[in-house]
């Protein structure tokens, strides 16, 4: 299943490489956590929390986390994914910002959807470019050749008709 962040303008989910945390069994951390989504977000409170309300990684310092864990993953040992959380983290980091932070390896994907785009809209403008410089080439009483006069070019798509001279 993905699970989105539930913190205000953040676009984070568990599918874009970010980790997310389910709330707290905990009542008072449970309560700072609410508090946390309600600096972005002033519709949330407690009974707005599911079993699917989830806060992303990118809203929790590395020190927020097992240090145990933490040394598993840099001698990659452990997957980054299956850090967990210390029993009594609290997010703190990009409450007050409006889009948080993108990992590094969305980078790539976002790099090369920039370069399609990119590749698109030069195609695009070439073709308009093209028809620019014919119709800049057929000013004054000329009139724009139509497909069905431009002879030269022209192919015909029927197969050729055999007389098989049988008597």
């Known amino acids: 299943m993905v699970y989105h962040c539930v913190c205000g303008g953040c676009k984070n989910y568990s599918k874009t490489g970010y980790r997310v945390h389910s709330f707290p069994k905990d009542k008072a951390i449970f309560r700072s956590w609410v508090q946390f989504v309600k600096i972005r977000r002033a519709d949330f409170s407690a009974s707005s929390v599911t079993a699917y309300s989830r806060i992303c990684s990118a809203h929790f310092k590395e020190e927020d986390y097992n240090s145990g864990d933490a040394k598993m993953v840099s001698l990659g040992l452990k997957s980054e994914r299956s850090a967990k959380l210390l029993p009594t983290a609290v997010p703190s980091v990009n409450a007050n910002l409006s889009a948080c932070p993108v990992p590094r390896s969305r980078d790539t994907a976002c790099r090369k959807r ?17 028809v620019d410089t014919v119709e800049s080439v057929y ?13 030269g070019t022209q192919c015909s798509l029927k197969p050729p008709r055999w007389s098989h001279g049988f008597s």
């Open 114 to 130: 920039e370069i399609a785009t990119m590749l698109i809209d030069a195609s695009q403008q070439e073709n308009v470019d093209s």
């Open 139 to 151: 000013t004054g009483d000329q009139p724009l050749p139509s497909s069905t006069s431009d002879a």
